[in-house]
């Protein structure tokens, strides 16, 4: 396995199932198993989810009323919830769960100390990182990649609703085409969302690949950890 340690990273909305908001119990016990056969197969995991199915930071503020830096912290807070959410979920499944937050909570979790977070990646426990990086104007997805970069991850998965990154958006556009393997750089432009501008310029700095894949095939993130490239695209 040449991916041994691994972060994932998932949006908010994917545990909010068909409803479109809160939590899908049965969406979160299909990603504990798919976060079990990671383990199982002896690939050390971190975990960061963002928070859109309960509240976006941006969307809060955007009619002034609540300024964006309380919006963010509100948007983080949310994360905290789906932390603990998907933290009971991997217990569920049997796998020892350690969050950490950047906002110190310490009746819900442990503050985010890097040292501690890889001791227990090295134990083999999962680490979910919450509360983003806790500062405002800062997405989850730089929050994903400023920890994969900390904890020495070798790849980050971010597990989407589709198999890769389109030149365009494949369900508004049925001639989209899938682009297997793409630079920073392309990744960078306006027109191709992958991440955030900020979290593609970490991982180029550091060199750490971006996959990006379907969640909802079952065993897809495990193929292609041993190689299978077919369902995803890949940033590097």
Same mark, same amino acid.
């Given at each position: 396995?040449?991916?041994?340690?691994?972060?994932?990273?998932?949006?908010?909305?994917?545990?909010?199932?068909?409803?479109?908001?809160?939590?899908?119990?049965?969406?979160?016990? %299909? *990603?504990? =198993?798919?976060?079990?056969?990671?383990?199982?197969? /002896?690939?050390? #995991?971190?975990?960061?989810? @963002?928070? &859109? $199915?309960?509240?976006?930071?941006?969307?809060?503020?955007?009619?002034?009323?609540?300024?964006?830096?309380?919006?963010?912290?509100?948007?983080?807070?949310?994360?905290?919830?789906?932390?603990?959410?998907?933290?009971?979920?991997?217990?569920?499944?049997?796998?020892?769960?350690?969050?950490?937050?950047?906002?110190?909570?310490?009746?819900?979790?442990?503050? %985010? *100390?890097? =040292?501690?977070?890889?001791?227990?990646?090295?134990? /083999?426990?999962? #680490?979910?990182?919450?509360? @983003?990086? &806790? $500062?405002?104007?800062?997405?989850?997805?730089?929050?994903?990649?400023?920890?994969?970069?900390?904890?020495?991850?070798?790849?980050?998965?971010?597990?989407?609703?589709?198999?890769?990154?389109?030149?365009?958006?494949?369900?508004?556009?049925?001639?989209?085409?899938?682009?297997?393997?793409?630079?920073?750089?392309?990744?960078?432009?306006?027109?191709?969302?992958?991440?955030?501008?900020?979290?593609?310029?970490?991982?180029?700095?550091?060199?750490?690949?971006?996959?990006?894949?379907?969640?909802?095939?079952?065993?897809?993130?495990?193929?292609?950890?041993?190689?299978?490239?077919?369902?995803?695209?890949?940033?590097?």
């Amino acid at each position: 396995m040449a991916n041994k340690r691994v972060l994932v990273k998932f949006s908010g909305e994917a545990l909010a199932g068909e409803a479109g908001h809160g939590i899908d119990t049965q969406i979160l016990k %299909y *990603i504990a =198993r798919e976060i079990k056969s990671l383990v199982d197969a /002896g690939i050390e #995991v971190g975990i960061v989810i @963002g928070g &859109g $199915n309960i509240i976006r930071g941006v969307t809060a503020a955007q009619d002034g009323i609540i300024k964006r830096t309380s919006g963010d912290y509100m948007g983080m807070l949310a994360t905290v919830i789906n932390g603990v959410a998907m933290q009971e979920a991997c217990e569920y499944m049997g796998l020892e769960v350690r969050m950490q937050t950047a906002i110190k909570m310490e009746q819900i979790a442990e503050p %985010y *100390i890097n =040292r501690k977070a890889v001791r227990h990646l090295e134990k /083999g426990r999962v #680490v979910i990182f919450a509360a @983003g990086t &806790g $500062n405002p104007f800062f997405t989850t997805d730089t929050a994903a990649t400023l920890r994969a970069v900390e904890i020495g991850a070798k790849v980050i998965i971010k597990a989407t609703k589709v198999d890769g990154v389109y030149d365009k958006d494949p369900v508004k556009y049925s001639d989209a085409v899938k682009l297997d393997a793409l630079t920073y750089d392309e990744a960078l432009q306006d027109h191709i969302k992958v991440m955030d501008d900020t979290s593609i310029a970490l991982a180029k700095d550091n060199k750490l690949p971006i996959i990006v894949c379907d969640m909802s095939v079952p065993g897809n993130i495990l193929d292609i950890l041993n190689g299978n490239m077919n369902n995803c695209s890949i940033v590097k």
